[in-house]
């Protein structure tokens, strides 16, 4: 079993649909949340970061943990044609070093 | 500010060669990091160095090795090339090894890669 399983997709959505990206895991002693954003043939770009579980907002993007069913989401609102891209959920211990990848989820938004 | 750069942007080797990939942090950063991205898959962690030392590996072969140079420069190198190194690799950059600071800016920022196919 994968320590992190995120769901694949391709995810096809029209431009201005909220999007729902998910990502499991496993490891108890992950404690840092990340979601990186990667463009066809370019390396992964920080988009959100989150400690623990909660919320945080970060213009159209939200993302959630839920550390008690060890689940966490991103949120995309109004969605645009350049949100179109694979969207990678990350996670660490408490030590800087070792991420943690989900297997990504292509997201495709369609004017 | 410059950030991640990688050299080569695209390398093509037979089975059995070596190879090194080169990578620069960002200004600033002394820890980098090592991953293999297979096509369709989620970058997966090969090394971490921080002031010149190992302090990380993941799961794989001893072919694969790294260094890290006094300017914080890397070079990864895989020796005896099989099918299955073909892969984006990726270099990572991050300012701070600590457990101390809970912000997005000591998080790992990523290069360009360099894509690696093996024939």
């Known amino acids: 079993q994968k320590e992190v399983e995120q769901d694949p997709g391709p995810l096809s959505v029209p431009e201005g649909a909220i999007v729902s990206l998910n990502c499991t895991y496993s490891?108890?002693?992950?404690?840092?949340f990340m979601w990186y954003r990667q463009y066809s043939r370019k390396g992964p770009e920080l988009l959100m970061y989150t400690y623990s579980s909660g919320n945080k907002e970060d213009g159209r993007f939200t993302a959630q943990v839920d550390k008690s069913s060890k689940y966490i989401s991103l949120f995309i609102r109004d969605s645009q044609p350049s949100d179109s891209a694979t969207y990678l959920c990350?996670?660490?211990?408490?030590?800087?070093?070792?991420?943690?990848f989900g297997q990504g989820t292509i997201l495709t938004v369609h004017p | 500010d410059a950030g991640v750069t990688q050299s080569p942007t695209h390398l093509i080797k037979t089975r059995g060669q070596q190879v090194t990939l080169r990578c620069s942090p960002i200004s600033g950063h002394k820890s980098v990091s090592w991953y293999q991205q297979v096509l369709g898959q989620g970058p997966q962690f090969i090394f971490q160095?921080?002031?010149?030392?190992?302090?990380g590996r993941g799961n794989f072969p001893d072919r694969f090795s790294a260094r890290q140079f006094p300017n914080y420069s890397s070079e990864l190198n895989v020796n005896a090339l099989l099918l299955g190194d073909s892969a984006l690799y990726l270099c990572?950059?991050?300012?701070?090894?600590?457990?101390?600071?809970?912000?997005?800016?000591?998080?790992?920022?990523f290069g360009p890669g360099t894509r690696l196919t093996v024939t």
């Open positions: 490891n108890s002693a992950f404690q840092y």
């Open positions: 160095y921080y002031e010149k030392e190992e302090r």
């Open positions: 990572a950059s991050s300012s701070l090894l600590g457990q101390r600071e809970l912000a997005a800016s000591y998080e790992q920022y």
């Open positions: 990350a996670m660490r211990g408490t030590s800087y070093g070792k991420l943690t």
